[in-house]
């Protein structure tokens, strides 16, 4: 059977969904399911029917089905039971049907919206409490700055993700806004003694631009997201063409590619992204020896260089030994623009555009000075534009 599905009115937008599916049925549509965000129908002879929406909220722990003394009400003066979605029931009146309205007294189908209007008051508790939970755990784990230095290293990571989650909830918090305000209106209205508005006129242009707008913007972020992880791509260290890292023959050391204690490979992950070019840099080298050295590093090109003194500074508070920046100091290294160390394990170094994280503790703590490192890297760097 041939189906046909339409976006609907939002759930607080009672006479607009009555109206809705009205329409449809002129135009040769019977409403048949209603979804989160969609409605099914199915083909039928255009007619004049009516459509009405009852609103019923169960008690606690309870599903949200109508009595069945109520539906058998409904039926025995007109109605017919068609579909329901969470707090809304949907009835049908076919065309020149007499039956009556479900409430003569506006006041008393107030009382019915009281649920309703609940919902829209608390919807937008889920998405805080899930990012008071989020944030207040990571800072009870890594402590404030290093929770904000890797919130700032991962925007530079992957910004298409982080402007997705910021625009769902501004566009959560702007639905769930409006949603309040046009159920307490309704519900005032009624209180009022006015009633409710089984086609409404208007047409909403400014809030649909609005929602469009918001929703396509999550949608583009995380097509963009998906689009930056599909071009990330992981090579062998010895790979490098014209890349900004360093190996550790540029150190010096001489040997085979091996593994970690952990078993990991050496391997260099470049993910380019709206904001930089960065590679995730992890060699093990096995020297002649027989001794196994590593190093890690998170190197950055940034499309703009005045990002560069703020992401070395989020570099220093995630750094793995580094307290959260606090034992990271100045060091004067010729041909780059500024340099730290944390007691030659770690070092967090920035030229230009580019800005580089790299912990060599693996190389041994006695046998390790930072400036050789530094010297490298600007050499390094020099090679590029």
Known sequence: MKYRYRFHPGDYELGENEKFYGDMEARGWRLVKRGGRLSKFTPAEPSRARYRIEVFA????????????QVAVFADCGWEYVTDRGLLHIFRAPAGSDAPEFYSDPAQQAETLKALRKNTLWGWSPTLLWLVVYLGLDVLMKGSERTLGDLQRRFVQIPPLYFAVGFTILWQLYRHTRDAWIITRTYRRLKNGVPLDHNPRKRHVLHKVVNRTLEGLVVLCLLLTAAQLTATRSTDPEDRTDEPYL??????????????????????????????????????????????????QDV???????????????SMKTATFGDGGKKFRPIAATGLDAAWTNNHLEVVAVKGPYVAYISYIGLGHDSVDPLPVCTALAERWDAFP
């Open 58 to 69: 169960p008690g606690f722990l309870e599903q949200s089905v109508l009595p069945e003394e």
């Open 247 to 296: 190996l550790l023959s540029d150190l010096g050391w001489q040997g085979k590619q091996g593994v970690s204690i952990l078993g990991d490979e050496s391997s260099v992950t470049h993910t380019p992204s709206l904001l930089a070019d960065y590679w995730d840099v992890r060699e093990f080298l096995k020297t002649p020896a027989g001794r196994t050295v590593w190093m890690y």
């Open 300 to 314: 950055y090109r940034l499309r703009d260089a005045g990002m560069a003194r703020l992401l070395a500074e989020a």
